[in-house]
């Protein structure tokens, strides 16, 4: 793995105001993600970092601002994050690290401009969600908001523009792991008065939301098959998803392989809880999570020598000699 410094260098950032903003992101990102920062740095290629880690920032960022308080005020401080957004977008200047950095990534990736426009355009329907009335709502959700933020870093995996194959592939892993999500997060979400199981699931197995906060018997054993029902979707959501491995460039492959499987640990880990969802979410196995990415390290490090081996030509952004 590449040091940071060498790292900014072989990405073409010398400006020594920009270093210092990528360096800010950086440990942004590593403070309040560390698996998946750990997982940016060991697997990608070192040119493409710095630009998968602003992406990630500013989405952060963004999320911020609508995580928390009433609707309203969420509502408002997005319109304005999303002026100075399009402001910055149209003047290519900023006064904010966050937008300096994703303006300096936009340079070398064009194709992400697209992608932040749409996560903004998607971010009011995240506020307004406290839950899905039925499996449409849901759907309408992944299309509105949860795809369009992971495109963020996806459209940076790939070889350009996303093709439209590449996005129904994102569309699928984003769905297997959006729903993972709601399911694993069930107690953390209900406590904040937010529930991702559309309420014709739970009627389906003879639940209700009041009934998921009471945690009464009746309940628990309603929530078992519910729990096996989703384990066998999103299971099946994630192993599809492994073909999107083979749309990205081969120095990429790792990564997506190590954030494909790292879900399925997670989902392993939420059925091994069983109804104790019901209490608070479940973690993969350290070790578990750690085999994976020393396993895709190894990969990614034959990658690399084998590309150097064959020439040692000079990398192009999102590749690595």
């Given at each position: 793995?590449?040091?940071?410094?060498?790292?900014?260098?072989?990405?073409?950032?010398?400006?020594?105001?920009?270093?210092?903003?990528?360096?800010?992101?950086?440990?942004?990102?590593?403070?309040?993600?560390?698996?998946?920062?750990?997982?940016?740095?060991?697997?990608?290629?070192?040119?493409?970092?710095?630009?998968?880690?602003?992406?990630?920032?500013?989405?952060?960022?963004?999320?911020?601002?609508?995580?928390?308080?009433?609707?309203?005020?969420?509502?408002?401080?997005?319109?304005?994050?999303?002026?100075?957004?399009?402001?910055?977008?149209?003047?290519?200047?900023?006064?904010e690290?966050?937008?300096?950095?994703?303006?300096?990534?936009?340079?070398?990736?064009?194709?992400?401009?697209?992608?932040?426009?749409?996560?903004?355009?998607?971010?009011?329907?995240?506020?307004?969600?406290?839950g899905?009335?039925?499996?449409?709502?849901?759907?309408?959700?992944?299309?509105?908001?949860?795809?369009?933020?992971?495109?963020?870093i996806?459209?940076?995996?790939?070889?350009?523009?996303?093709?439209?194959?590449?996005?129904?592939?994102?569309?699928t892993?984003?769905?297997?792991?959006?729903?993972?999500?709601?399911?694993?997060?069930?107690?953390?979400?209900?406590?904040g008065?937010?529930?991702?199981?559309?309420?014709?699931?739970?009627?389906?197995?003879?639940?209700?939301?009041?009934?998921?906060?009471?945690?009464?018997?009746?309940?628990?054993?309603?929530?078992?098959?519910?729990l096996?029902?989703?384990?066998?979707?999103?299971?099946?959501?994630?192993?599809?998803?492994?073909?999107?491995?083979?749309?990205?460039?081969?120095?990429?492959?790792?990564?997506?392989?190590?954030?494909?499987?790292?879900?399925?640990?997670?989902?392993?880990?939420?059925?091994?809880?069983?109804?104790?969802?019901?209490?608070?979410?479940?973690?993969?196995?350290?070790?578990?999570?750690?085999?994976?990415?020393?396993?895709?390290?190894?990969?990614?490090?034959?990658?690399?020598?084998?590309?150097?081996?064959?020439?040692?030509?000079?990398?192009?952004?999102?590749?690595?000699?």
């Open positions: 793995m590449a040091t940071w410094p060498n790292t900014l260098d072989r990405a073409g950032i010398t400006d020594p105001a920009l270093r210092r903003d990528y360096s800010e992101q950086r440990q942004l990102v590593a403070r309040y993600a560390r698996a998946e920062y750990t997982a940016v740095r060991l697997l990608l290629p070192a040119p493409l970092v710095p630009d998968v880690l602003a992406a990630t920032a500013f989405m952060h960022h963004s999320d911020n601002l609508i995580d928390q308080g009433p609707a309203g005020e969420r509502i408002a401080a997005l319109a304005d994050w999303e002026s100075r957004v399009h402001a910055a977008l149209k003047t290519g200047e900023a006064d690290p966050v937008l300096r950095t994703l303006l300096d990534t936009l340079a070398r990736q064009p194709q992400l401009q697209q992608y932040v426009e749409d996560f903004l355009a998607g971010a009011p329907l995240e506020v307004r969600t406290t899905f009335a039925a499996e449409s709502d849901f759907q309408q959700y992944i299309d509105g908001y949860s795809l369009p933020a992971f495109l963020l996806a459209c940076l995996l790939g070889d350009g523009a996303p093709t439209d194959r590449y996005v129904a592939g994102c569309r892993f984003i769905e297997a792991s959006q729903r993972l999500d709601f399911l694993n997060d069930l107690a953390e979400d209900l406590d008065g937010r529930l991702g199981l559309p309420e014709e699931l739970l009627a389906r197995h003879g639940l209700t939301r009041q009934g998921l906060v009471a945690k009464d018997a009746t309940t628990v054993d309603g929530f078992r098959p519910l096996g029902e989703q384990a066998r979707q999103i299971r099946s959501g994630l192993s599809a998803s492994f073909g999107i491995v083979d749309l990205v460039p081969a120095p990429n492959r790792p990564f997506v392989r190590a954030l494909i499987t790292i879900q399925g640990l997670t989902l392993r880990a939420a059925a091994r809880k069983g109804t104790a969802l019901l209490d608070g979410s479940a973690r993969p196995q350290v070790a578990a999570a750690l085999r994976v990415l020393a396993r895709e390290y190894a990969a990614a490090r034959r990658g690399r020598d084998t590309g150097a081996a064959a020439g040692g030509a000079v990398p192009k952004a999102g590749q690595e000699a």
